[in-house]
């Protein structure tokens, strides 16, 4: 924690928020490709603390981290959010083709699948999120 | 040089081996075991498109990524592997930006043409572009990572010598 300044929380949450709601629109998430957004992410995040102070090797590279997690998981509550109601306007529809119980049921495992998934969006994202806050970094200086 | 470093490297290198030997598991894992081959290309979901007709194909099945995410980690696994020859593990300093912005220029402009509709790329270019970004991107990106996690190390063999 000690790595983890004050000033460093702000520009986290706001890097990782736009990365995250970015990710989440469906046309704008084909950026997505080598996790591009969850890159910018990192960069918006190192971009706003390098208004606040001098940051350090380390602090870019963990705050880029952070901030991708956050991104990572503002990402999966988004789309399981879309994702539930997506699922919950094609219940009328879906009782030709599977009864009701069975299509809940179906809905309720997926959900709890995609639960497990948190770390790895969370993961994926602080990894390339740091990557972007090293990239920012070494853009910005010579 | 010290041996932290070295194994600091290593594990890198290890971890991000395992991950790229995923990109050729999802496709060779298809036709024997599909539940785990599906959960691969599930998870590789998160980081690419995974697009058929911008994917190469191997055992039959295309590949866990897309080929411009292919050339990227081929560029980083190649610089990871030729790293400590040409550039030395403890040598933390990067070279110009300039060579970074060169090297992701190609890979910019064929994406951004493709995305705002004027032209269609191929998977060939898409794999050199992004191997040249990739491969030169490393050289930015590892000595940070080797640097921090040194650092934090030493730091804590302080604390805890102390």
């Known amino acids: 924690m000690e790595y983890i300044k004050e000033e460093m929380i702000k520009p986290i949450l706001i890097g990782g928020v736009i990365g995250g709601v970015l990710s989440s629109i469906p046309i704008i998430s084909c950026l997505n490709c080598c996790c591009l957004l969850y890159v910018l992410s990192g960069a918006i995040t190192a971009h706003l603390i390098t208004k606040e102070y001098i940051p350090s090797d380390r602090d870019y590279m963990i705050s880029g981290a952070l901030s991708g997690g956050v991104a990572g998981l503002v990402s999966w509550l988004l789309g399981t959010l879309f994702g539930v109601i997506i699922y919950g306007a094609m219940i009328p529809f879906m009782g030709d083709y599977y009864p009701n119980d069975l299509y809940m049921e179906m809905m309720g495992s997926s959900m709890i699948v995609n639960i497990l998934y948190i770390p790895l969006y969370v993961l994926i994202g602080a990894v390339f999120g740091s990557i972007g806050g090293i990239l920012y970094e070494k853009l910005k200086n010579k | ?40 290309y599930s998870i590789y979901s ?5 697009m058929p007709e911008r994917s190469f194909y191997i055992f039959n099945h295309k590949m866990a990524v897309c080929a411009r995410c292919f050339g990227i980690y081929t560029g980083i696994l190649f610089g990871m592997l030729i790293y400590p020859i040409v550039w030395r593990l403890n040598n933390f300093k990067t070279p110009n930006r300039w060579y970074l912005i060169v090297a992701l220029i ?23 572009t992004g191997f040249l970004g990739g491969f030169v991107a490393l050289f930015y990106i590892l000595p940070m990572f080797i640097s921090v996690a040194y650092s934090s190390l030493k730091d804590k063999t302080k604390i805890l010598k102390s």
């Open chain 2, 46 to 50: 998160h980081i690419c498109h995974q």
């Open chain 2, 1 to 40: 040089m010290e041996k932290k470093i070295i194994y600091i490297y290593l594990t890198i290198l290890i971890l991000f081996f395992i991950f790229y030997m995923g990109i050729f598991l999802a496709p060779y894992l298809y036709d024997i075991d599909r539940l785990l081959s599906l959960l691969i």
């Open chain 2, 106 to 128: 190609p890979m910019g402009i064929d994406g951004t043409t493709q995305l705002i509709g004027l032209r269609e790329s191929f998977n060939e270019l898409r794999i050199i």
